[in-house]
């Protein structure tokens, strides 16, 4: 039983990576239809985004009243229903409307679900299960070129997602039975996270789903936790703005084509994927805290190679290599998250480190964009390098304070 939920798990991971960047790969044929600047896609963007934050926030209330595979299919099925409207829809407000359950769905299981790895999976699988992600997401551009090159609409490209959602919904509902199957045996454990994870006492993670509810400013005074969120808020403001603005970086300060920058940019997410992969056998040697700091001396190394005036070929590597040690750190800070502060606050810190990534995921690239077109493209690697310090200094101080217990 435990290892076939643990396979349902794997193939939602890999179910959600799916639409995410759909809206990317769909936007130039979708914003002539409605007539629309190409810009709107970041109103699009923003809309869904502040459903994640407003679900993350959320999902801990959610998670204990209903349990995670409930909150799972739930959001899921929000999801599906969402990606079906959005391939019925021939209007821009149309978009926006169904752009808020889309983001409520995607927020509430991508909280709940980190959390219930973190607590029953070890390492390993945290790494697997956002390398599986990262998959999803390589294949719905592909998915929606499909339908493009056959003569279909864009709309086609969003329903084929959506079918596959649905899909999903309908195993996780059968699944059911084997979340509380899997709980109720977590409780019987005598010690240790199941498969092989951090040692976790057995009371405590019985009482993940148990207890007071805790509220935002609760929270926010338990030691370490303003650390921990600005730590996740300034990864994904480094990974978003990666991935956003490699492809102008390459093309005008590295010198290449248009064509060869978009190819090559793909090499950041090609380096997460694989990365991924490989940290999945470095974290049975290796501790989270190490493999976040192996991963932010990667950056750190990537960041310099960008920052050589050799052209193209350290800028590439550079970009490769911030990707590599970008791998290891987003799934090591959520599974870190019930040794740190507690089985029984894990879904509210992982609640509210989610809602930091979405405002940093959210608002950093465009912060960028501002210095990009206002001063230069090239200073690009000065502004990972910043998010990087502080991202650093926020993780160092959030340890000291979870040793020593002190504000």
């Known amino acids: ?167 999903l919904t309908v195993v996780l509902l059968f699944s059911l039975p084997l979340w509380k199957k899997n709980a109720s045996s977590a409780q019987g454990e005598s010690s240790a996270r199941i ?62 084509s248009g064509q060869q920058a978009a190819g090559y940019a793909g090499l950041f997410f090609l380096g997460i994927t694989i990365g991924r992969g490989a940290s999945g056998f470095l974290t049975m040697k290796l501790k989270d805290t190490q493999m976040i700091r192996l991963g932010q001396g990667l950056i750190l190394f990537g960041i310099l190679a960008l920052l050589l005036p050799f052209g193209e070929i350290t800028a590439l590597v550079g970009l490769a290599v911030v990707g590599l040690g970008c791998a290891p750190v987003y799934p090591c800070i959520i599974h870190s998250t019930p040794e740190h502060f507690g089985a029984a606050s894990s879904q509210a810190l992982i609640g509210v480190q989610m809602a930091s990534a979405y405002v940093g995921t959210c608002f950093m690239p465009s912060v960028f964009g501002l210095v990009a077109n206002h001063i230069s493209v090239s200073l690009f690697p000065v502004y990972l390098a910043v998010i990087l310090v502080l991202m650093v200094l926020m993780h160092e101080r959030m340890l000291r304070k979870r040793e020593s217990g002190s504000r």
């Not at 985004?49 to 679900?55: C, M």
């Not at 719905?140 to 070129?145: A, D, F, K, L, T």
């Not at 019985?206 to 935002?216: I, P």
């Not at 303003?226 to 403001?237: D, N, P, S």
């Open 195 to 256: 498969d092989g994870g951090a040692e976790l006492d057995a009371g405590t993670e019985a009482s993940a789903g148990e207890g007071e509810v805790l509220s935002l400013k609760k929270i926010l005074g338990i030691p370490g936790a303003k650390e921990i969120m600005v730590t996740f808020f300034c990864y994904c403001a480094l990974e978003q703005t990666a991935g956003l603005w490699a492809g102008s970086y390459l093309a005008l300060h590295a010198g290449l």
């Open 1 to 167: 039983m435990f290892h076939l939920l643990l396979a349902i798990i794997y193939l939602a991971f890999i179910s959600l990576g799916l639409p995410d960047s759909l809206l990317g790969s769909a936007w130039p044929s979708m914003y002539q239809e409605f007539q629309v600047p190409v810009s709107y896609a970041g109103v699009i963007s923003m809309i869904i985004a502040a459903g994640t934050i407003v679900s993350s926030l959320l999902s801990d209330r959610l998670t204990r009243k209903f349990g995670t595979g409930k909150v799972t299919m739930v959001s899921v099925a929000m999801t599906a229903a969402a990606l079906f409207g959005f391939s019925m829809s021939h209007s821009f407000w149309a978009l926006c409307l169904w752009a808020v359950p889309y983001g409520l769905g995607a927020g509430g299981v991508d909280a709940s679900l980190n959390n219930y790895v973190a607590l029953h999976y070890a390492s390993r699988h945290m790494s697997w299960l956002h390398c599986m992600w990262g998959v999803g997401a390589s294949l719905g551009p592909s998915i929606m070129s499909f339908a493009l090159t056959r003569g279909q609409t864009w709309n086609m490209g969003y329903r084929y997602i959506s079918l596959i959602q649905i899909a």
